[in-house]
């Protein structure tokens, strides 16, 4: 029995390919931050090792084992923390060399090793290189999960030898539907935080366990709302301060992007009239008093200038000059 919500084509393909013996040796699970990617990921390393007769069953002792971490031959690889508290930016090639050696070992305790990368974008060249010779001559009994938001970093030559598996956020009410049956939300609260996920599960269930990620959230639109009316000066500051934090924390700075444009088209949505298609319900008393004082022509040219911004950045064009661009488009207030 899967549990993970709304990825029924990913799930289905799943299902045939373990119900024909026809698995492959490694699996790209491509999609959207927090829409289900890492629940997926553990349910297939427990449908590969679960003793019971409709694996998943989330019941036997591997799916357990699984569930808290604590499988011998499941193993996470991820961006590693330095002695001295630092993060890196890369999976490092000695990481990879490591799993290359420790999978030609049989599995310890189930019948496969499953090896999960996860954000396998952060494998820098030498990494994907490194790794792409373990795929080449896959070791038996090994399945490897590459999980990314952004596959389109990863070589193509490393993308083609997985299968992919693409993750879609759910629809806004099929989201609430599921918070409301299966988490026992509140219907109201469920429906606004369903509309903030936009379908994201994953985001959904992180807010509504912690007040302070709605705060900080709440906080970062009313910056945002101040920005349009800061000098020049101010700008250009905020475009050099992210620009500075794009190197350390790019998913970071690119979320905050995505606040930006979530805000501002909440805006031309408010001037429009289109109060049900807000995302941002909670404030939406706010949006409508912002929409009477922005030209709607400027804030839609400000979102063309956001969607140029983000790729800009995804390209690594100097983040610094592509963030100051960014920040002399803001519609001015009348
Ligand atoms: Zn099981």
């Given at each position: 029995m899967w549990q993970t919500m709304g990825q029924e084509r990913a799930v289905a393909a799943l299902q045939r390919a373990l119900a024909g013996g026809r698995r492959a040796h490694a699996y790209l699970l491509a999609g959207?931050?927090?829409?289900g990617k890492a629940t997926l990921a553990r349910e297939l390393a427990q449908a590969l090792n679960c003793?019971?007769?409709?694996?998943?069953?989330?019941?036997c002792t591997p799916c357990r084992r699984i569930a808290a971490g604590i499988h011998a031959d499941v193993q996470t690889v991820t961006v590693e923390a330095s002695g001295d508290g630092a993060v890196h930016k890369d999976i490092s090639i000695d990481q990879i060399r490591e799993i290359g050696r420790s999978v030609s070992l049989r599995p310890f305790e189930g019948r496969c090793r499953v090896i999960i990368i996860?954000?396998?974008?952060?494998?820098?060249e030498a990494a994907q290189n490194a790794f792409l010779k373990t795929l080449e001559e896959p070791p038996p009994d090994v399945v490897f999960l590459l999980v990314t938001a952004?596959?389109?970093?990863?070589r193509a030559t490393v993308r083609s030898r997985c299968q992919r598996l693409d993750l879609r956020p759910l629809p806004v009410a099929a989201a609430a539907r599921a918070l409301v049956e299966r988490?026992?939300?509140?219907e109201q609260r469920a429906e606004v935080l369903a509309r903030l996920s936009r379908g994201r599960l994953g985001w959904a269930l992180a807010a509504q366990a912690d007040e302070e990620m709605m705060r900080a959230r709440r906080e970062a639109l009313m910056d945002i709302r101040n920005l349009a009316q800061r000098s020049l000066a101010e700008r250009f500051a905020r475009a050099n301060d992210l620009a500075g934090r794009f190197g350390r924390q790019r998913e970071a700075v690119l979320e905050v992007l995505d606040l930006w444009g979530q805000w501002w088209r909440d805006v031309l949505l408010a001037a429009a009239g289109?109060?049900?298609?807000?995302?941002n319900v909670d404030l939406a008393d706010i949006l409508r008093a912002e929409a009477g004082r922005y030209d709607a022509r400027q804030v839609a040219s400000f979102l063309r200038s956001l969607a140029a911004a983000r790729r800009r950045l995804e390209e690594n064009v100097n983040p610094r000059l592509a963030l100051e661009v960014l920040l002399l488009d803001l519609p001015a207030p009348r």
């Amino acid at each position: 029995m899967w549990q993970t919500m709304g990825q029924e084509r990913a799930v289905a393909a799943l299902q045939r390919a373990l119900a024909g013996g026809r698995r492959a040796h490694a699996y790209l699970l491509a999609g959207p931050p927090q829409v289900g990617k890492a629940t997926l990921a553990r349910e297939l390393a427990q449908a590969l090792n679960c003793d019971g007769t409709e694996p998943p069953c989330h019941e036997c002792t591997p799916c357990r084992r699984i569930a808290a971490g604590i499988h011998a031959d499941v193993q996470t690889v991820t961006v590693e923390a330095s002695g001295d508290g630092a993060v890196h930016k890369d999976i490092s090639i000695d990481q990879i060399r490591e799993i290359g050696r420790s999978v030609s070992l049989r599995p310890f305790e189930g019948r496969c090793r499953v090896i999960i990368i996860d954000p396998a974008d952060a494998m820098n060249e030498a990494a994907q290189n490194a790794f792409l010779k373990t795929l080449e001559e896959p070791p038996p009994d090994v399945v490897f999960l590459l999980v990314t938001a952004r596959p389109q970093l990863l070589r193509a030559t490393v993308r083609s030898r997985c299968q992919r598996l693409d993750l879609r956020p759910l629809p806004v009410a099929a989201a609430a539907r599921a918070l409301v049956e299966r988490w026992g939300l509140p219907e109201q609260r469920a429906e606004v935080l369903a509309r903030l996920s936009r379908g994201r599960l994953g985001w959904a269930l992180a807010a509504q366990a912690d007040e302070e990620m709605m705060r900080a959230r709440r906080e970062a639109l009313m910056d945002i709302r101040n920005l349009a009316q800061r000098s020049l000066a101010e700008r250009f500051a905020r475009a050099n301060d992210l620009a500075g934090r794009f190197g350390r924390q790019r998913e970071a700075v690119l979320e905050v992007l995505d606040l930006w444009g979530q805000w501002w088209r909440d805006v031309l949505l408010a001037a429009a009239g289109c109060q049900e298609a807000i995302t941002n319900v909670d404030l939406a008393d706010i949006l409508r008093a912002e929409a009477g004082r922005y030209d709607a022509r400027q804030v839609a040219s400000f979102l063309r200038s956001l969607a140029a911004a983000r790729r800009r950045l995804e390209e690594n064009v100097n983040p610094r000059l592509a963030l100051e661009v960014l920040l002399l488009d803001l519609p001015a207030p009348r």
